[in-house]
């Protein structure tokens, strides 16, 4: 589908449209000729459009969310489709990432990438079951303002995302690690079958951070709430704010990509992977959100999985063997490419790479995990809010969970 809006604007549809009741939404012009294409490619003729706002205080501050519901009122055949649009946030001034890039990079992730990997699953021949796909994308905006996808609304077949402020569970926790495996084997597989187009579309996707004096800033102002944990007289406070100085020097060298990286995430947590229960037995996961994905180590991703989404007496419990589990994940499901796993990631410079970069999840329990993990009333309105300006006031299961994170790496001889 093209996403020029001059491509769509001058089809001017028959169809009776009907203004459901209640629609809180305003669209873009954009984005509302794309919706109105994207209709019309799916035989409506008389329908109504139902929007409502799925955005949430505090739920993220790049991007809002809208339900949009279209059902045909005429006919024999009722069609009904039920789409989540993405939308930029207008009049967000983000500073710690191109809002604009952000937004192309996931677009290009579900546009394109989306289909270079399923058509490398269907030539490997991986059943349908065992694939590791997306959701379903039927349009993309990329005009200036208006950038925008609309995607399937994955919650009107039975999908949910796991509470911030609950424990996930076990076999969530290995549904998503087997997940991650997938998506970080595709990389390699791509580059030994694909090596030209991953040379020149995969390679070049590095982080789109900005770290600049904004971001410095940034970190610590959010890095406060760490702070505010420990009192002045207990050592971890000063422990904590040593740490501070050094995740402002070495969090951008663990974005710098190299031989062994893969296509992360770059967000990799539990509210960001839906999931599916069948007669309350959880039935599969399915990620979401690849606005910050990037090309640098999977340690990244494995590390904010667990420091940003679970607490202590879960990782002393499983965080192993699941780092296992994905490990022999990725290895079969690269078997399936003719791609075997040592000689693309052997186990010595993983394991190594895993011990030198761990403490990433000590920068991401300061720099993320208060955002996170922020009770709504108090989330930061970035429309009227500078980062540069940003307080957070942590919340009782944030100063739990970051004192939990603070004990792993003591424990683990990381301060």
């Not at 993405?86 to 983000?94: A, L």
């Not at 191109?98 to 699953?121: A, C, D, M, T």
């Not at 569970?169 to 791509?190: G, P, Q, T, V, W």
């Amino acid at each position: 589908m093209s996403n020029n809006k001059s491509d769509v604007s001058n089809k001017q549809l028959e169809s009776e449209i009907t203004d459901a009741v209640g629609n809180e939404v305003d669209l873009s012009a954009d984005l509302e000729v794309l919706l109105s294409k994207v209709i019309e490619d799916h035989d409506f003729k008389n329908y109504t459009v139902n929007k409502r706002s799925m955005t949430t205080r505090g739920e993220g501050f790049m991007s809002r969310l809208h339900e949009i519901i279209v059902k045909e009122v005429a006919g024999e055949e009722k069609l009904e489709l039920n789409f989540c649009v993405k939308c930029i946030y207008p009049g967000v001034d983000v500073l710690l990432f191109p809002l604009r890039g952000v937004f192309l990079r996931e677009i290009f992730v579900y546009e394109e990438l989306s289909k270079v990997y399923e058509s490398l699953q269907t030539e490997a021949g991986v059943p349908l079951e065992d694939r590791y796909d997306f959701v379903k994308c039927f349009g993309v905006c990329k005009n200036e303002g208006s950038e925008a996808l609309i995607l399937e609304n994955m919650t009107a077949k039975g999908y949910k995302t796991y509470s911030k402020n609950y424990n996930i569970s076990l076999e969530f926790a290995k549904l998503s690690m087997i997940r991650l495996a997938k998506f970080h084997a595709l990389s390699y597989a791509l580059g030994r079958l694909r090596p030209d187009y991953y040379e020149s579309r995969i390679r070049p996707l590095t982080t789109q951070y900005l770290f600049n004096d904004s971001w410095t800033q940034c970190v610590r102002n959010v890095a406060q709430a760490t702070l505010d944990v420990f009192t002045p007289s207990d050592p971890r406070h000063q422990k904590m704010r040593d740490f501070v100085e050094k995740t402002i020097q070495k969090f951008p060298a663990y974005y710098e990509p190299s031989d062994r990286s893969v296509l992360c995430h770059g967000d990799y947590r539990p509210s960001n992977i839906l999931m599916k229960e069948k007669d309350g037995i959880l039935s599969g996961v399915l990620p979401v959100d690849y606005q910050i994905a990037q090309m640098c180590s999977p340690v990244i991703d494995l590390a904010y999985f667990f420091f940003a989404g679970t607490d202590r007496a879960f990782r002393s419990a499983h965080m192993t063997d699941l780092i296992h589990l994905y490990r022999e994940t990725m290895r079969t499901f690269l078997a399936r490419f003719g791609v075997d796993l040592e000689g693309v990631s052997p186990t010595p410079e993983f394991e190594r790479e895993y011990r030198d970069k761990l403490d990433y999840g000590l920068m991401i329990g300061i720099v993320s995990l208060p955002c996170i993990l922020v009770s709504p009333e108090h989330a930061p309105d970035l429309s009227s809010t500078s980062v540069t300006d940003i307080r957070i006031q942590g919340s009782s299961l944030f100063r739990q969970r970051i004192a939990e994170i603070v004990e792993d790496f003591e424990s683990w001889g990381y301060l």
